[in-house]
Structures are given as C-alpha cells and as structure tokens.
C-alpha cells in the first residue's frame, strides 16, 4: 500500500513523509488484525482500508489545538483515532470502546506506530473518567446520544463544552430531529466529504443569541 492515497491539500494541511508512512503502516495492520479479530468489515477491499483512513482524515479539517485533547467514542480499529493521532501528534487523543478485543488491537497498533499521544481506553462510552475538549465518531451511535457523552466529558469554557465531531452518512433527518428536540441549544453545521457519500456532522453549543441553531442540512 503506498502514500499517495492520503491527500489532504483541500485541508490546506501538510502531512510529512514519516505521517504519511505511519498512515499507511496502519492500512497494513488494520487489514493483517482484521482477518481475525473483525474489527471492519471482513469484506473490506485493500484499497477499502486505505479509503476507511481517508476518510477520517476529513476531520483534519477542523484543526485541533496543540495541548487539547479528544476522544474517538467507539473507536473499533481505530477510526478515527489513530489518523488523528497520527495527523496531530501533539494532541491526546482517547480511543474508547467497550469491545476487549478492538482495545487489544488499538493498543498493538500504538505500539508498533509509535503513538504515545494516543490512549486506548476500555469500557462503556457513559464511564468514560477523563476531561477532554472536543469528541469525535465514526458511526458508532446516533447525534443525541453522542452529544450526551461529549457534554458529560467535556471541559467547559466561555463557549460550552468543545465540539462534537462526525463522520456520518446516509438520511439525518431523524438524527437532527431528535437533537434538536432534546438540545435546543445546539448549533449543527454539515459539511460533505469530496468523493464520499459521507459528510462531517459538526455540533456545539450555540454561542451567539441569533444563531438559528440547525443550519446546512443536506
């Protein structure tokens, strides 16, 4: 698997040599873990595994701070955790799941990647211990139930609890509905991802008095 499939110039982002191999390094590892512990769809093409990364990479647009930190709820084998680490070396990035075997992998990929920022945690999304700043998922569960966990965790400020992060495909109405109706104070932004049926659902709490709250749905 080469490095020319993670692009990131309409992120305006510079990857190095050394991330670019350590993304396709973990194409590698997620593709050899996969055959017996399941971690992606046993279906999943070589050149799927090297999809799955670029699209996470799509979160590299919203540019996490150097010294913040963030948890991938329901991180699996990874997605998005490891490309974020991988991209943001200087932030601490919590890859949670409450399955045992997917924690096993995260923590073999961390070794064998080197990423000492990132920190697989074991256990259910709602006994999560740590303060972080923003959340992000990969269709794990949906927008309300997210926004739940990421408030629970997340360090309030002047702005609220950070921002929620997804990458989520097919029809939202339902979702954003029932966001809406549970947290009226959110402000949702949808952003597509090129050369994907997926977008990025972005949610945080409304910081302005005229912010209408729902905007950009698709």
């Known amino acids: 698997m080469g490095t020319e499939m993670f692009h990131v110039k309409q992120l305006h982002l510079e990857l190095q040599i050394q991330q670019r ?33 670029q699209e996470c990479l799509a979160l590299a647009a919203f540019r996490f701070e150097k010294g913040s930190s963030l948890v991938d709820w329901g991180t699996g084998g990874g997605l998005p955790a490891i490309p974020l680490a991988i991209v943001f070396p200087e932030v601490t990035v919590y890859a949670v799941d409450a399955v045992q075997k997917k924690i096993f992998a995260v923590n073999s990929f961390k070794r064998q990647l080197d990423l000492p920022n990132l920190q697989p945690w074991h256990g259910r999304a709602e006994r999560f211990v740590h303060r972080i700043n923003h959340s992000v998922s990969r269709a794990t569960a949906p927008l309300c139930t997210l926004w739940g966990w990421h408030e629970r965790a997340a360090i309030q400020d002047r702005n609220g609890p ?48 005229d912010d209408t709250g729902l905007s950009g749905q698709t």
């Open 162 to 209: 950070g921002a929620l992060y997804c990458l989520k495909g097919g029809d939202l109405s339902a979702e954003l509905e029932a966001l809406r109706k549970a947290n009226s104070s959110v402000h949702v932004k949808i952003k597509p991802i090129s050369e994907t049926t997926r977008v990025v659902v972005h949610v945080r709490q409304r910081r302005q008095p």
């Open 21 to 53: 191999e350590k993304l396709s390094a973990f194409a590698q590892l997620l593709q050899q873990y996969n055959r017996r512990l399941n971690l992606v769809s046993r279906r999943t093409t070589n050149r799927g595994f090297l999809q799955h990364i």
